[in-house]
C-alpha cells in the first residue's frame, strides 16, 4: 500500500513541475473529466484468450497551460470476466466425455494512476478538436478467486468425483506506458463531450500485458 501511494504522490508532483516550467505560457483553467466505455485485452495469450471485457470508468482533473497542452492526472477502472467455457478447455480432466466442468469467478480488474500530457489542436472556430495524450504510470490488478466443480461417473482416472479446486485471489502491481488520441467536440466555450482510443502496455512484472480502452466522456472548464 505504502508503495502504490509513493506513485499516486509523483503522479500529482509531475504536473506540478510542468505548470511551474510552463508559467510563461498563458493559462486557461482546471479541467475535470468523467468517462465511461470499455476496454479490449491485447495480450499476453492467456490473458486475451479467456478474460472479456465487460466496462471501464474513470475521470482526471488538469490544468490549460497554454491552448495546447493539458497536463493531467487520471484514474481509470477496467473490468473483465473470465470466459469460463474456454478456460475449462485448459482443464485436464474437463477433457475426459464422462465428467462434467464448471468454472465460476475469476473476474479481472485493472485500476490504473496515470500521468499524462494531452496536446490538442486549437479548434479556431469549429467545434472539433482532435488531440494526443500520452503519459505513464502505476497499474493494480486483481484476480478474483476461481472454482472448478467436477461431477459425473465414478472412473478409474477420478474415483472420488465430485471434487473442487480453488485458486485464490492474485494481485500484481505494475508500471506502464500509455499513448490516447481523440477528438473533442465543443458543446460551449467551457465543455466539450470526447472519445478517445488509448492503448495501456505494462512494462514491469506485467511486461506485455496491454488493454485498449474506448471512451466517451465529457470535460469541463473552472
Known amino acids: 500500500m505504502s508503495h502504490f501511494l509513493k506513485i499516486i504522490k509523483i503522479s500529482l508532483i509531475i504536473p506540478v513541475v510542468i505548470l511551474a516550467t510552463a508559467s510563461s505560457l498563458k493559462a486557461e483553467g482546471l479541467i475535470f473529466s468523467i468517462n465511461g466505455g470499455i476496454s479490449y485485452n491485447v495480450g499476453p495469450g492467456a490473458y486475451e484468450s479467456y478474460w472479456r471485457p465487460i466496462f471501464s470508468l474513470g475521470g482526471g482533473v488538469g490544468y490549460q497551460v497554454a491552448s495546447f497542452i493539458v497536463p493531467q492526472v487520471y484514474v481509470d477502472y477496467s473490468l473483465f470476466s473470465l470466459d469460463s467455457g474456454s478456460y475449462k478447455n485448459t482443464l485436464a480432466i474437463c477433457r475426459y466425455d464422462n465428467v462434467n466442468c464448471s468454472v465460476s469467478g475469476g473476474n479481472l480488474s485493472f485500476t490504473t494512476v496515470a500521468t499524462t500530457v494531452k ?25 478474483d478467486k476461481v472454482t472448478a466443480l467436477y461431477t459425473g461417473d465414478i472412473t478409474d482416472n477420478y474415483p472420488s468425483l465430485p471434487v473442487e479446486d480453488v485458486w485464490g485471489r492474485d494481485t500484481i502491481n505494475a508500471m506502464f506506458l500509455t499513448f490516447g488520441f481523440g477528438l473533442d467536440y465543443y458543446l460551449a466555450p467551457k465543455a466539450c463531450f470526447f472519445i478517445e482510443s488509448e492503448v495501456t502496455v505494462g512494462i514491469y512484472q506485467m511486461r506485455g500485458t496491454g488493454f485498449v480502452p474506448i471512451k466517451l466522456g465529457m470535460s469541463f472548464w473552472i
Open 119 to 143: 496536446f490538442f489542436i486549437p479548434r479556431g472556430k469549429t467545434q472539433f478538436s482532435p488531440y494526443a495524450r500520452p503519459g505513464f504510470g502505476y497499474s493494480r490488478g486483481v484476480k
